[in-house]
């Protein structure tokens, strides 16, 4: 993800493989293929690499979670979660259908390190483009002899529901069942697809490998204006000028991306809140303009980066109309698993609806707030209901007025 490769993917197709290769593409996996997968695991290690799917868990120690091998024909996986369905995130289709093989010579790297013989491309159904690109890509690589003889790539579509972005999930999918998540210990490293090692690792991410193992660990860190190494592609969408994926340093500050790269917002709009990293994470006010976009200054502040992909909330747009079509989402999306998550989403969503015609009461406050503590971490099987919760709790916080003038007026305000 170095600047000519950004700059070349602006074009309205894919990199070809001459154009990869004219800027040392597969040089990495050449030097993969000299390296043990322990030096490979290690190098990503000290990188400091987080993942790019939303967590910002390590991705060296994620990787070294994969037991040793016990036999010499031991079947292992890798799979590529590219079931992008947070809504406002974009990154990984950005990076799919404009740079595949860099994605394809990440996955080469990523499968010699854990000693993986077959790895699949989750790749979310709308996402038709993508596959086309991945699939011509994949042809190319392989009639070039770059991707080892020992190695299987599959592109798999998916059937769809957000559900299926979770790990454990996804892997239920794969296999033909239920995309419900599974209870962890064990962890899909050591009993994943089909009950064997697997590794699951964001597009994103795994698009980094074959810049740290060209450039090394301390480069890879040198990127970065924080704590937390690297580039990181953001993304921002909304009413603003020039809405779209930009590839920054780590901890480049909100109001950097918004007003410089996103070119800020409409003539006559100002800026009342944003979310800074898909719809799971919290509404966030202008006193955030200044915080670094990365994990750590994020988790400082109380707060959650996500995927890095800010929705921008306009004074102009009601909010409580925003957080309707947020929590229906979630309502439409959860696997029905765990009742906090089941019953708990489609009361919150029919009680916004309810204010935002005008039918809602000044108790509904204290229900949603209760609600937003249920639907929290730690109450059910995985983090769809307390990603739904993040911008309920925050949006009921920051925009009291105007649910209050909803009530009060039993009508939306602006209009809706």
């Known amino acids: 993800m170095t600047r000519p490769l950004t700059e070349l993917m602006k074009a309205s197709r894919p990199l070809s493989l001459d154009e990869y290769v004219a800027h040392n593409g597969y040089q990495a996996a050449k030097i993969a293929a000299t390296l043990g997968g322990p030096e490979i695991i290690q190098l990503i290690k000290d990188s400091g690499l987080q993942g790019r799917g939303g967590a910002g868990f390590s991705t060296g120690i994620k990787m070294s979670a994969v037991p040793p091998m016990t036999e010499p024909d031991q079947t292992r996986y890798l799979v590529v979660n590219a079931d992008e369905m947070e809504p406002g995130t974009f990154k990984d289709r950005w990076l799919l259908e404009g740079h595949p093989h860099q994605l394809i010579e990440g996955i080469i790297i990523a499968a010699r390190a854990i000693s993986a013989s077959v790895a699949y491309i989750f790749l979310r159904g709308e996402y038709k483009r993508a596959e086309i690109c991945l699939a011509h890509a994949l042809q190319e690589a392989s009639l070039s002899g770059l991707i080892p003889a020992h190695l ?147 988790a400082q502040k109380k707060t959650r980066m996500g995927t890095g992909t800010m929705i921008v909330l306009d004074d102009h747009t009601c909010p409580i109309g925003m957080l309707v ?17 089941r019953e708990g989403l489609s009361f919150v969503h029919e009680t916004l609806l309810a204010i935002e015609r005008g039918e809602g009461l000044i108790s509904d406050l204290d229900m949603l707030l209760k609600h937003a503590k249920i639907l929290g971490p730690g109450s059910t099987f995985c983090a769809l209901a307390p990603g739904a919760s993040a911008p309920l709790a925050s949006g009921l916080r920051l925009f009291r007025d105007d649910f209050i003038e909803h009530i009060n007026h039993k009508g939306c305000p602006y209009g809706n």
């Open 325 to 341: 079509n947020l929590e229906r989402f979630f309502k439409q999306e959860s696997c029905g698993f765990c009742t906090p998550c």
């Open 152 to 298: 299987a790539i599959h592109v798999h579509m998916s059937a769809g529901r957000y559900i299926c972005g979770e790990e454990t999930a996804l892997l239920n999918a794969l296999e033909g069942r239920r995309a419900t998540p599974r209870a962890k210990p064990p962890f899909p490293q050591v009993s994943g697809l089909w009950g064997k090692p697997t590794v699951v690792q964001n597009v994103e991410t795994l698009c980094n490998f074959p810049h740290i193992i060209r450039h090394g660990a301390v480069w890879f860190k040198s990127l970065s204006k924080a704590v937390d190494p690297g580039t990181k592609i953001f993304g921002v969408s909304g009413k603003v000028k020039k809405p779209g994926a930009f590839e920054l340093a780590m901890g480049t500050t909100v109001r950097e991306i918004l007003f410089e790269h996103a070119g800020g917002l409409w003539d006559g709009l100002s800026l009342r809140a944003f979310l800074p990293g898909g719809a799971s994470t919290d509404f966030l006010g202008a006193d955030f303009l200044d915080v670094p976009m990365d994990y750590s200054s994020m």
